[in-house]
């Protein structure tokens, strides 16, 4: 009798905080509905103005927009971002788009920024339980940038991989969703990578990889978020992935749009070089390109020179590691002083030379005097850095996992357009290969990376994302 009472009280007041929760959802959406004839796309990029690979896709997606909308379907365009307001903020931000991506973007696109600068600290890196704390920051900071939209936006577009801001704008605010994604925020090989306790890297510790204690809480952890990820990521209308890699991880956890056929694989704009002709010896240079934050490894690729210099004593002092990338804040900052005590550490403080958030118009310099490539992130998404410089011509050394392994680093007609490698030792003897190879092969193997590189031109993003676009119905 008391059992039966108890279960009655419970499900009476499941069914009133149903109810509550219900008629709040309703309520909110009522008090930010616009008339339902603006079509405004509001972007969630909080770095919108940083410089790497997923600032480009945001950008090329303007473009695109901006054609749209000049062919006869009129938009807005809204993009929320961390970074303080001034009076010259879009003139500078628009400046800084052409200089770094040569990217133009219609005059006549309607575009305005609302500025969470107050709000910056809810994305700020957690040391325990960092996916759901930093889910939860982008949550807070999507429903303030909302909320100051004062109307929903028809649309909100997702660029950075912010899945759970979905519930935010599409529960909350009645939003269509839109998501371009670089990279899952949670896979099966990181799942594969925790119960293997094969690894230590930037979100799997030491004392987390040796316990099988906390392996075996830390997997309950990843799996319990993993299906809420893929919950969220299923708010969808339409879900754009960069490369097979993401596609695949994509596809087997957000399943709902998988059912529906809403996920299409539209690979990243990449700056294709426009000298395809240049052949013969170059500087013995091994050029890095990408941001210094914790998953690129650049660490990896200073213990690699290391082990070349070990192994092979005397290419010291005739081969420079150049490193070239963005710092967006004090964390890539200190990352950026580690790195330069580690080559210091190591006697290779006159080999490795640090060119930290230079316009793209040196980055094209380094690409037009390196003869090799390195890049040692284990499981990119894509690789944007990894088709700069094999367009460029170098003899490019990608990690072999992801994106570079699975669509861009493959061979062509059957012959080699670069090389994979995945261990300092591994990348030593690749670059070894490299430097020591004869020119007719070196010449051949940059003549394939050219010709493979234009697969990702920019032209053929604009192409690809409007076709999908439009053809989804989205902006209807």
């Not at 987390?208 to 299906?227: D, E």
């Not at 996920?263 to 013995?284: A, L, Q």
């Not at 994106?403 to 003897?429: C, F, H, N, R």
Request: net charge neutral.
């Amino acid at each position: 009798m008391i059992l039966e009472l108890l279960l009655q009280i419970c499900l009476f007041v499941g069914a009133l905080l149903f109810t509550a929760a219900v008629l709040f959802v309703s309520w909110h959406r009522w008090k930010y509905q616009g008339d339902g004839n603006d079509r405004t796309l509001a972007f969630f990029h909080p770095f919108c103005a940083a410089g790497g690979g997923g600032e480009r896709v945001l950008w090329a997606i303007l473009q695109a927009l901006g054609e749209i909308d000049q062919q006869g379907l009129p938009m807005k365009i809204v993009i929320y971002t961390i970074d303080p307001p001034s009076e010259s903020y879009k003139s500078d931000v628009l400046e800084k788009v052409n200089d770094r991506f040569s990217l133009a973007i219609s005059p006549t696109l309607d575009i305005s920024f609302i500025h969470l600068d107050d709000c910056a600290a809810f994305l700020e890196r957690a040391s325990r339980l960092s996916m759901v704390v930093e889910s939860w920051g982008t949550m807070r900071l999507a429903y303030a940038a909302l909320v100051r939209t004062k109307v929903a936006p028809k649309i909100f577009v997702d660029t950075t991989g912010c899945a759970f801001t979905y519930m935010v704008a599409r529960v909350l605010f009645g939003c269509r969703v839109l998501a371009y994604v670089h990279y899952p925020t949670i896979s099966t090989d990181m799942l594969s990578m925790v119960w293997e306790r094969r690894r230590v890297t930037y979100n799997n510790q030491a004392y987390i990889a040796n316990s099988r204690i906390t392996t075996f809480i830390k997997l309950v952890y990843y799996s319990m978020f993993a299906v809420a990820y893929g919950t969220v990521g299923s708010l969808c209308d339409l879900v754009l992935v960069n490369s097979t890699w993401t596609f695949n991880h994509i596809n087997s956890l957000w399943w709902l749009v998988a059912l529906q056929r809403k996920i299409k694989v539209v690979f990243p704009p990449c700056r294709i070089s426009s000298d395809t002709t240049r052949t013969g010896p170059r500087e013995r240079i091994v050029l890095s390109i990408g941001q210094f934050r914790p998953e690129k490894d650049h660490e990896l690729q200073i213990q690699a020179l290391s082990q070349l210099f070990q192994k092979h004593p005397t290419l010291k002092g005739s081969i420079t590691m150049v490193l070239v990338g963005g710092c967006r804040g004090p964390s890539d900052e200190a990352r950026l002083r580690h790195l330069q005590t580690k080559a210091k550490d190591l006697d290779l403080e006159s080999s490795v030379v640090f060119s930290v958030n230079q316009p793209y118009s040196v980055v094209e310099d380094w690409l037009g005097k390196a003869s090799v490539g390195i890049h040692t992130m284990w499981n990119e998404h894509f690789g944007i850095g990894v088709v700069e410089m094999m367009s460029a011509g170098l003899i490019t050394i990608a990690h072999d996992s992801g994106g570079p392994k699975s669509d861009i680093v493959v061979p062509l007609d059957g012959q080699p357009t670069g090389m994979l490698a995945s261990t300092a030792e591994g990348y030593a003897d690749a670059m070894h290969q490299a430097f020591t190879m004869n020119n007719a092969d070196a010449d051949r193997m940059r003549k394939n990376a050219r010709l493979s590189a234009e697969r990702f031109s920019d032209e053929k993003f604009n192409l690809s994302f409007k076709k999908e676009i439009l053809e989804s119905g989205i902006l209807q």
